[in-house]
């Protein structure tokens, strides 16, 4: 995994951001401008290297959480012993099964990509990913320097982390639900929230949305 800081005032809270698959920082780097507390990003969920000392001078994290990163954090979170700061959450276009026929992918949708993974079927990930071509363009300005390879390697370490245990008695506060989002079907997200007392809001997006992350920081 990669970490990133945008912005290190030192100060008491974080926003910390799992992204999900597929991406780097360059899509949320306006985010840094934003009058906020400090902002840390994760992403290229390659390997579970971690380093968890960039985060114990926080007191509290405003957890956010996209795509895959909504499965991911609070595995990450709660094995280097850090889920306890987490003092407000928000999922975004994810669920916390990730890859699963009820609640999540389908696992064959995310094995058929792995197997015809190429740069024409992540452009039509992207693609798919944003709600019209002006948000897609505008995408790709900022499209992430990521090789076939690395993302091939993302997916199956992804497919292979998604089978651990959830974290029992964790919800998110908040989920967001893209009503137009075509990677996570919008069904199996509302599915896996109902299980849980997290408060959904149904928004009328795509997989992809960069005011929804502004709008959560603290």
């Keep these: 995994m990669k970490q990133l800081f945008l912005k290190q005032n030192h100060s008491k809270k974080l926003n910390l951001i799992f992204l999900g698959y597929g991406q780097d920082g360059a899509i949320f780097d306006s985010l840094k401008n934003r009058e906020c507390e400090d902002i840390a990003l ?3 969920y ?3 290297d971690f380093d968890i000392s960039l985060y114990r001078e926080y007191s509290s994290i405003n957890l956010i959480a996209w795509s895959m990163g909504v499965m991911i954090a609070p595995k990450v979170l ?3 012993g850090i889920l306890d700061k987490v003092v407000s959450s928000s999922a975004i276009n994810g669920t916390l099964e990730g890859i699963d026929d009820n609640y999540g992918i389908p696992p064959k949708i995310w094995d058929a990509t792995i197997d015809a993974l190429c740069e024409s079927a992540v452009l039509k990930f992207y693609r798919r990913m944003c709600f019209d071509a002006k948000l897609y363009e505008e995408f790709l300005n900022h499209k992430p320097q990521r090789s076939v390879e690395s993302l091939k390697t993302e997916l199956i370490y992804i497919r292979e982390f998604a089978k651990s245990p959830n974290v029992k008695n964790f919800f998110y506060t ?3 639900i893209g009503l137009k989002d075509k990677i996570i079907a919008p069904a199996n997200q509302k599915k896996s929230f109902s299980k849980t007392e ?5 928004i009328e997006c795509a997989h992809y949305n960069y005011e929804l992350f502004s709008k959560q920081l603290l």
């Design 42 to 44: 994760v992403y290229d």
């Design 198 to 202: 997290t408060v959904c809001q149904e």
């Design 174 to 176: 908040n989920a967001f």
């Design 78 to 80: 709660k094995q280097h």
């Design 46 to 48: 390659e390997n579970d």
